[in-house]
T-cell receptor
Framework: EAGVAQSPRYKIIEKRQSVAFWCNPISGHATLYWYQQILGQGPKLLIQFQNNGVVDDSQLPKDRFSAERLKGVDSTLKIQPAKLEDSAVYLC??????????????FGPGTRLTVL | GEDVEQSLFLSVREGDSSVINCTYTDSSSTYLYWYKQEPGAGLQLLTYIFSNMDMKQDQRLTVLLNKKDKHLSLRIADTQTGDSAIYFCAESNNRDDKIIFGKGTRLHILP
């Protein structure tokens, strides 16, 4: 089966510019996650969707970050305006949406964002 | 809040065993995981263990859990060059689906 797709793979922007990332989860996966992974750190959850509804966005800096999953499939994450500290890899993951370890999260390759 | 700690680097000679250690703070952790991240790739789930288990073995991988000390380890037998990666310890609980990751241990294989 096809894995989680993300684009672009790399993006370089200047601070105060806007950027958007796209994620296509595994077909049939109800839950979609966006993580931020700063260099030398583990992934940190930004937002979690169940179908097209937000389950958890407590760690999302809502003054500049936004995300949507309008039809319950693809998702976009936007940063506007970007700051230097937003430089990171943005990982998208998806899962079937069941509780427990069988709710394995499958990760995409990530988008590496560099803010100059 | 919940926290997961692990050492940042480990160097091992090819053919030897690698042991990566992790400690966590959440006493209500239900599931503990080991993920592998190769350069330029996303995270891949290697193995997981329920909190009511002490040990789990899967081919070259052995996971040991000391729930009393909140200590988790991953042993990779006969370490190969393809095992070179960053290994993340992670935990979750029954309250929600949130997975808390450690900072990762970079495993370097010496020839």
């Amino acid at each position: 089966e096809a894995g989680v797709a993300q684009s672009p793979r790399y993006k370089i922007i200047e601070k105060r510019q806007s950027v958007a990332f796209w994620c296509n989860p595994i077909s049939g996966h109800a839950t979609l996650y966006w993580y931020q992974q700063i260099l030398g750190q583990g992934p940190k959850l930004l937002i979690q969707f169940q179908n097209n509804g937000v389950v958890d966005d407590s760690q999302l800096p809502k003054d500049r970050f936004s995300a949507e999953r309008l039809k319950g499939v693809d998702s976009t994450l936007k940063i506007q305006p970007a700051k230097l500290e937003d430089s990171a890899v943005y990982l998208c993951a998806s899962s079937l949406g069941q509780r427990g370890p069988y709710n394995e999260q499958f990760f995409g390759p990530g988008t590496r964002l560099t803010v100059l | 809040g919940e926290d997961v700690e692990q050492s940042l680097f480990l160097s091992v000679r090819e053919g030897d065993s690698s042991v990566i250690n992790c400690t966590y703070t959440d006493s209500s952790s239900t599931y503990l995981y080991w993920y592998k991240q190769e350069p330029g790739a996303g995270l891949q789930l290697l193995t997981y263990i329920f909190s009511n288990m002490d040990m789990k073995q899967d081919q070259r991988l052995t996971v040991l859990l000391n729930k009393k000390d909140k200590h988790l380890s991953l042993r990779i037998a006969d370490t190969q060059t393809g095992d070179s990666a960053i290994y993340f310890c992670a935990e979750s609980n029954n309250r929600d689906d949130k997975i808390i990751f450690g900072k990762g241990t970079r495993l370097h294989i010496l020839p």
